[in-house]
């Protein structure tokens, strides 16, 4: 959560339109507690795939939007 908050407020001061895109693949570990904390901020979309589909899934899930 740490190092999207610190990337957030650097681009924000930089001053350029941005977006980070999070993509929980499934994952067993707190990924989707973390994901969820960091997707109040606007700039922030959050996808979760119930179970892992793969790398492949998951860059599509995210350039999709």
């Known amino acids: 959560r740490h190092a999207v ?3 957030a407020q650097t681009l ?3 001053g350029v339109e ?6 929980d693949d499934g ?5 989707a507690a973390i994901a969820d904390n960091i997707s ?3 700039n922030i979309a959050v996808y979760t795939h119930k ?3 793969g790398i492949g899934a998951a ?3 995210g350039s999709d939007d």
């Open 12 to 14: 924000n001061e930089v």
């Open 59 to 61: 860059f599509r899930t």
């Open 18 to 23: 941005w977006e980070i895109v999070v993509v």
């Open 27 to 31: 994952s067993t570990d707190a990924t």
């Open 51 to 53: 179970e892992n589909k």
């Open 5 to 7: 908050e610190v990337m």
């Open 40 to 42: 109040e901020c606007p």
